[in-house]
């Protein structure tokens, strides 16, 4: 997605030889515009999926998700890293190790907004080493419903969650892919070649 790209390349940058800051408009700030046609592109990608759902994670997942619901017209429920004190309803819950934080979180979804034989649509920011989408995806399984895809909005294809969310046989659409850092610069990989 050409445009995202050229936002990354203008507004991102690159912290050691690792982590890309998008704080200017997804992590923090958000840009609306942006926001919409992302909708838009994983809509077009995921049109003939038949999603019934999208799920995402807190907190940089939901802009995305939510333009993508609203151009899919599906309801987007966002999975909460922590149990609420006033969440005392049946869930379903997931641990969910990150590696940039070094921390697990207790991921969350209520099971009356994720009930058997719904098509989900896996949604996220960022996808690193693919703990987040994975364990989203156990949650979905759980319930009885299935994964349609895993759309994601930056990809650090030099990292290892692309390859293990085509392992269990998902459908990946990332809308940038980024091969790599190296002096501050951002790599863009060529689009992922589907046999
Ligand atoms: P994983 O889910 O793919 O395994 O990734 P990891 O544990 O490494 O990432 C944990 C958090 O760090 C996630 O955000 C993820 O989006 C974010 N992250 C990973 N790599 C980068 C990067 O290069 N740049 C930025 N900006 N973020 C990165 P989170 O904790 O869920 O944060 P938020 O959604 O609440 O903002």
Do not use: C
Not at 121 to 141: C, H, Q
């Amino acid at each position: 997605m050409e445009l995202l790209k050229e936002k990354i390349r203008r507004e991102g940058y690159v912290l050691g030889d690792s982590v890309l800051k998008v704080d200017s408009f997804l992590n923090h700030q958000i840009d609306p515009v942006l926001m919409m046609e992302i909708g838009e592109e994983f809509a077009r990608r995921f049109a003939d999926a038949g999603i019934t759902k999208i799920l995402t994670i807190e907190s940089s997942g939901i802009a995305a998700a939510l333009t993508a619901g609203l151009k899919l017209n599906v309801p987007v429920v966002f999975a909460r890293k922590k149990k609420s004190a006033i969440m005392n309803e049946e869930a379903y819950v997931t641990e969910v190790y990150s590696f940039t934080k070094q921390e697990t979180n207790h991921v969350t979804v209520l099971k009356k907004f994720m009930p058997a034989e719904e098509t989900v649509l896996i949604i996220d920011d960022f996808l690193a080493n693919g703990e987040a989408a994975l364990g989203l995806a156990r949650i979905v399984e759980q319930a009885g419903s299935s994964v349609a895809g895993v759309g994601i909005v930056i990809e650090k294809a030099f990292q290892e969650g692309g390859k293990k969310l085509l392992e269990k046989g998902y459908n990946v659409e990332s809308l940038a892919r980024i091969a790599s850092f190296s002096n501050g610069q951002v790599h863009f990989a060529e689009e992922l070649v589907k046999a």
